[in-house]
Every structure is written in structure tokens, then in C-alpha cells.
């Protein structure tokens, strides 16, 4: 079983920046692809991005790209989500998972292991 905790969340202002940060425990050698997902109150969960293990490959959604950036510390088992020039519109729980898998997928059933959320929120 692999164990993943958030943190880093909070309130911040539009044009801000937050880093979370997700720590991974347990059996992480089982783990592969890492990633966020969110979800904003009355929406659906919604893929954020992703990283492969060696993080050399990455994917975001059209959403955040450009403004999010995805790290991971294997040695630490520790994954970040660096997010600059927030809006409104990225409020929501964040979610870190983590898949068996090799391959990047957007889907929330490819990912086995998920934290329990973080919060975070962006004034206008």
C-alpha cells in the first residue's frame, strides 16, 4: 500500500503563486506515474498534470500550462506542483496520485493511490 499526503495549500491572491508538495510512503517502489488532480465545488475531478518517474515526461491540461510546473524527488519520494500566475477559476481540492502504470494517462482510474486533498483558494 502507498500512502500520499499533501501540503502547501492555502489562500492566495489572484497573480499569486502556491507550491504543494506530496509525500509518498509505504510501498512506493510500487509507484510509476505521479500526479494532480482537482476538483472545484459542483464540478467534476479534472486531471491537472502529470510526470513520469524519470521526469523526463510531463503533461498538463490546456488549463495550466504554461503557468504550473510538475517536479518530482525520487530520493525523497516527494512530488511538487509549482503554481504561479493563479486565478479564481483554480480554486479547488488538489488531489496528489500516484499509478502503477508507465504511461501518462488523464484518466482518474489510472491512478491507484490518492491523497486526501489539499485546499486551495485564490482570491479576486
Known amino acids: 500500500q502507498v500512502q500520499l499526503v499533501e501540503s502547501g495549500g492555502g489562500l492566495v491572491q489572484a497573480g499569486g503563486s502556491l507550491r504543494l508538495s506530496c509525500a509518498a510512503s509505504?510501498?512506493?517502489?510500487?509507484?510509476?506515474?505521479m500526479g494532480w488532480f482537482r476538483q472545484a465545488p459542483g464540478k467534476e475531478r479534472e486531471f491537472v498534470t502529470a510526470?513520469?518517474?524519470?521526469?523526463?515526461?510531463?503533461d498538463y491540461s490546456d488549463s495550466v500550462k504554461g503557468r504550473f510546473t510538475i517536479s518530482r524527488d525520487n530520493a525523497k519520494n516527494t512530488m511538487y506542483l509549482q503554481m504561479n500566475s493563479l486565478i479564481p477559476e483554480d480554486t479547488a481540492v488538489y488531489y496528489c496520485?500516484?499509478?502503477?502504470?508507465?504511461?501518462?494517462?488523464?484518466?482518474?482510474?489510472?491512478?491507484?493511490?490518492w491523497g486526501q486533498g489539499t485546499q486551495v483558494t485564490v482570491s479576486s
Open positions: 496520485v500516484a499509478s502503477t502504470r508507465g504511461t501518462i494517462l488523464r484518466h482518474d482510474y489510472a491512478y491507484a493511490y
Open positions: 509505504g510501498r512506493t517502489v510500487s509507484t510509476n506515474v
Open positions: 510526470i513520469s518517474w524519470s521526469g523526463v515526461t510531463t
